[in-house]
Each structure stands twice: as structure tokens, then as C-alpha cells.
């Protein structure tokens, strides 16, 4: 949302999408290089804004959003979290094996991708917008609270897509949660779910990679194939991602 016209208060003049939103859908990739371009205050709105419009339990709307840019609180909780964030990286680099067998090829995936992660947590502090996403609890801990948070946190990523920009959510915040809610003023009871950078990306989305939809989507019984789940023609896919039907009986 850009401008309003002082006659009519209500009316706003939005910035303009850039995809459609089926494109976007399938497009909007985990951006985790970024230009030091500020993103501006209209297009934080707008992102916003859609996030806001997520649905969630019982329309309690529970969601609440920190966002930090530039000011000293800001770039204090960015320091905190990019130290954490080196951290947790450098030991599922480990872990993982990101420096053994195809990862000692420069041009593997698991080589790109160890690359892409060194080089965002490096420069974390460098990213343009950190959008704390949080929920305020209004019962006890349960395994579907997330609903009523990360649909908000998907409204966010693909308005920041429709508007040419990028992010990724992260839980990178959480090894560090308790001086950040003390550097922040984030009350108990608030459940911290997401930390997720925002910019302009340095280099641009495309179509994502992901299983055929064969492998997952079922009809009718588990297991059994949808013969209606046909991939479009040209997608690309992965090998990647959670097991396929073979594995996952």
C-alpha cells in the first residue's frame, strides 16, 4: 500500500504485483543472498498486510510480527541471532557431512547448498528486514498451534515474492531466545516460531524443485496412486525432501 487519497481514507493505491499467484506459488524460492538495498516502508506494509490476512484458529488472530531494520535494538537482535546462527550451521555442517563425499565437488547440490548456507550466516547481520514471527498463547503448548502462525509466516514470503523481493524462514533465533526476549521486551507466554529474513534478492526465484506429486498425494487409501497427480509439463524435480511412498509405509 503506497498512497491513500486524503477525500477518502479508506481507499489505498497497492503496489502492483509482479506474479500472478499461481506463479508464485511455484516460484518463490528460499532467498538467502540479498542486495544492502532497504526495503521500504510501503512494501513492509504491504507484506504485512497479507501476512495479517492468514487464516487461523477460531480467527483469534494470535499472530503478532516484530519487524527489525535498521534501529539499534535491531541491529543488537540481528548480532545476536547471526552469532547463533554461525553456530548452529557450523555444527550440522558437521553433522551432515556437507564437507564429505558429494559435498567436496563444487558443482554437487549439497555443495551449492553448503555454500549458499556459509555465505547467509556470514553476512546475517547484513540482512535488510528480520521479521520475528510470533504467537501469543492463549492455552497450553499444543502440536497444532502452528496453525495459527505459519500460515501468516507463507502470506508473508509470497507478498515479499509478488512484490520482487525474497526471505526464508529460519528457527535460528532459538538458541539465543532467552537474550533476545530480554533485548526485545518479548513477554512470557509468547512463542517465538520463526525468524525470517526479508530483501531483495541478490540474483532472482524460479521454479522450486520438489518431489512429483505422484510420490505425494494419495487417493482414497494410503499408499494408492492419484492417477489425476501429473506433474506440469517441464517441472523439475529433486531427489530431496521428506521419503517417498516406497519408504514412508
Known sequence: MTDRDPADPESVTRQPDVVGLLEGLA???AIRRYT???VPSEALSEMLFAATRAPSGSNRQPFRFLVLTDGPDAR???RLIGAGARGIWSAKREHDGYGRG???RDDAPK???ARTMQRYVDEFERAPVLVLACLVRYRDPNPLEGASIYPACQNLLLAARALGYGGVLTGLHFTVETELRALLGIPDGVFVAASIT???PEGGHGPVRRRPISELVF???WGEAAPWAVDPPGTRHTAG???GPSTAS
Open 27 to 29: 516460484t518463490t524460492r
Open 111 to 113: 555443495a551449492r547448498l
Open 219 to 221: 487417493a482414497d487409501r
Open 36 to 38: 544492502d538495498e532497504p
Open 198 to 200: 526479508i530483501g531483495r
Open 76 to 78: 543488537a537482535a540481528k
Open 102 to 104: 558429494s559435498g567436496t
Open 241 to 243: 525432501g521428506p521419503p
